[in-house]
């Protein structure tokens, strides 16, 4: 993994969303804390706040005199002062009870209020409930709770510690995330910078774990693949044309500059310009070849789809080859196994016709004089298709595949006039309609087949 | 004379095109841009167009043709275009031309698709018989007779002899041939089509009549009668 720049991670993607979450979690856990506490320091305050009520309405009723005597029992019993009691005249002055000093400015009658009182010279918080008796004297009921306060605290100071824990641990755990991600990120930055900069067989490092980011390399991968056989046959093609165009050229001008220097009468002048015209003608025919099969592998030309019945253009294609085929020796036949014929798929009626031609010509073209040639139309179970075969000297294995290819022609041919393009053409169109192209060996001869998979449709 | 307006941006090219048409007897004018070419084409009469598709300016070729068609101009339209896929074509068909042909093209190509583009303006094919020389073909029965004894043909052998008679006296090229008389748009490259003209040519002077089909130098064919 290379290495990754501290001030990088806040920029993270993954950086930002384990905030993010921190944020909401941390959100929530603010809210769910307070409530507890506030709760938590309610039910507490409130069960006080009752049990001083009930001191007070239990001793309410009882005489002043009464009182006096009782707190004065009681006093000693509660030398720490937790639950002090004690009773004032009608002018606030102690009279019984624990000692104690009215809070000032005196707080409201019957209701619980919060005062502080100085024990043992340390100032210590109480809770008390103030009732004035039918005499007039002032009852005190108070509790110490110095308890509940200090419970208080400790609940604050666990949820707060509790929370920082949760922060720390968010953020280092979202900037160990982020860390990692940026690294992945970084890794497969310089893998698209090195293919950038022409290593085509370069991909990028798939982790070994699954995951969003792995399936996305895997196909970026896949699509790499695709292109680097795309630019390797590019490239080739481009090697190909060059050769293939030169050849022809060079003749060109060999023949210009032959004109140009022996020539002599307007008649020597006139074969080598007709000689120029057919180069060029050669030329040309080569560049139009190589662009239709561009425009067939783009597919621009399913536009022209419409449902071709393929006995007609198979019968058509035999009735052009036919002559050819007398002309040069060679017997011509045409024959089906179909079922039944004006089976209809869908397809270029012209481009359908080109592909077998050119299966056909190249069939006669290869075929010694006094082969057989055979234009064949077969339907089994769910395939449906046309075959060429002949007996010509057939494909050496090995070959099958290159001979689609642009420019391609077996070696022991490469006197027999032709642009080299026209299996490839076939291939562009069969690739086009869908179908099947397969090259065989007919013993002797080749069997070149052209077929569809699946149901097949009858003519409407 | 036969006037001809060429409509091509390509100083150069428009000079060949109108050298070409020129030396095939034709009465050439020239525009090099759509307006220019749009204001001769509505204020003048030709017998055909030869329209670049790719113009500079807001007025490209396919929208001069329909400016033609609209106003109701049915000047025979052949339009030229390096584009060569076949919904371009079906394109430039749709927006009124007559012909399309594609670049790189020859010359004879060119004369031969404008001749009959011109000539299917002028004569109605309304006869029920064609007549070259000697040579007769009565088109109801598809009977053909050479100096007055029947010639067996086979139905596309017709067909080539019916299409070239149409068109006697001038050529007509194997693409020409191959798209009409087998109506596949392509073009077939090899010598298939000498081998069907010349089956029909050996019909034609079986018994040492006269050669009446010519090969003319380059890509086609000539019918002409006998002297």
């Given at each position: 993994m290379s290495s990754v720049r501290l001030s990088d991670i806040p920029r993270t993607t993954s950086f930002r969303l384990a905030l993010l979450f921190l944020g909401l979690v941390g959100t929530g856990a603010v809210v769910l804390f307070g409530f507890l506490y506030v709760e938590t320091a309610g039910f507490l305050a409130r069960d006080v706040d009752s049990g001083l009520a009930r001191e007070v309405s239990v001793r309410a009723p009882k005489s002043a005199a009464e009182l006096e005597r009782l707190f004065n029992e009681r006093a000693p019993l509660d030398p720490e002062g937790r639950r002090p009691f004690a009773l004032f005249d009608r002018a606030g002055s102690w009279i019984a009870g624990t000692r104690a000093t009215l809070p000032?400015?005196?707080?409201?009658?019957?209701n619980a209020f919060d005062f502080t009182l100085s024990r043992a010279d340390k100032p210590v918080s109480y809770r008390g409930f103030l009732h004035r008796l039918p005499s007039g004297e002032l009852l005190l009921v108070a509790e110490d709770i110095t308890q509940i306060h200090h419970f208080q605290r400790l609940l604050a100071a666990s949820m707060l510690s509790g929370g920082l824990v949760v922060l720390v641990l968010g953020l280092v755990g979202g900037m160990m995330v982020g860390a990692g991600a940026a690294g992945r990120i970084e890794s497969v930055t310089q893998a698209i910078e090195r293919i950038i900069d022409g290593d085509l067989s370069g991909r990028l490092p798939s982790g070994r774990r699954g995951g969003d980011l792995n399936r996305l390399i895997r196909v970026v991968n896949r699509m790499l693949d695709e292109n680097e056989r795309l630019m390797r046959e590019v490239k080739g093609v481009t090697e190909d044309i060059a050769h293939d165009l030169r050849t022809p050229l060079t003749r060109l001008l060999a023949g210009l500059e032959r004109a140009h220097r022996r020539a002599g009468s307007v008649d020597e002048y006139a074969a080598a310009v007709d000689e120029a015209i057919a180069e060029t003608k050669g030329v040309l025919a080569t560049f139009g070849a190589l662009l239709r099969i561009a425009e067939i592998e783009a597919g621009a030309r399913k536009a022209g789809f419409a449902r071709l019945d393929l006995d007609i253009v198979v019968a058509d294609v035999a009735e052009l080859y036919e002559p050819v085929a007398e002309s040069k020796g060679i017997a011509f036949s045409r024959e089906s196994d179909r079922r039944d014929s004006g089976v209809e798929i869908a397809g270029d009626p012209s481009l359908m016709f080109e592909a077998i031609g050119n299966l056909v010509d190249n069939a006669i073209k290869f075929t010694p004089a006094g082969g057989r040639v055979i234009l064949r139309t077969f339907e089994a179970s769910d395939r449906l298709g046309i075959e060429v075969s002949d007996t010509g000297p057939g494909i050496p294995e090995l070959e099958r595949d290159a001979v689609l290819r642009r420019f391609h022609r077996v070696e022991k041919c490469?006197?027999?006039?032709?642009?080299?393009l026209g299996l490839s053409l076939v291939a562009a169109v069969a690739k086009l309609h869908g179908l099947n192209l397969a090259i065989e060996d007919a013993r002797p001869g080749c069997r070149v087949r052209l077929w569809r998979d699946g149901a097949v449709v009858p003519a409407a | 004379m036969t006037r001809v307006l060429v409509i091509e941006d390509d100083r150069r090219t428009s000079a060949e095109i109108a050298a070409a048409l020129g030396d095939h007897g034709f009465d050439v004018e020239c525009a090099y841009n759509g307006r220019d070419g749009l204001l001769k084409a509505t204020a003048e009469k030709y017998d055909a167009v030869v329209l670049d598709r790719m113009l500079p300016g807001d007025l490209d070729g396919l929208g001069v043709l329909a400016t033609l068609r609209t106003i109701g101009i049915e000047t025979p339209v052949l339009i030229l275009s390096a584009l060569s896929a076949v919904d371009e074509r079906v394109r430039g068909l749709r927006a009124g031309g007559d012909d399309y042909l594609t670049k790189p093209f020859e010359f004879v190509e060119l004369t031969a698709r404008l001749e009959v583009l011109i000539r299917r303006q002028t004569a109605p094919q309304r006869e029920t018989a064609l007549r070259v020389g000697d040579l007769q073909i009565d088109l109801l029965t598809r009977d053909v007779r050479r100096a007055g004894q029947p010639i067996e043909l086979l139905p596309r052998e017709y067909r080539l002899l019916e299409y070239l008679m149409r068109h006697a006296g001038r050529v007509v090229t194997r693409t020409m041939l191959f798209e009409e008389v087998w109506g596949y748009h392509y073009d077939p490259q090899t010598n298939v089509i000498d081998v069907h003209v010349g089956r029909l040519r050996r019909k034609l002077e079986e018994g040492g009549l006269s050669q009446m089909i010519h090969t003319v130098r380059g890509s086609g064919y000539v019918l002409r009668p006998t002297e």
């Open positions: 000032e400015p005196l707080p409201p009658l019957d490469r006197h027999t006039p032709g642009s080299g | -």
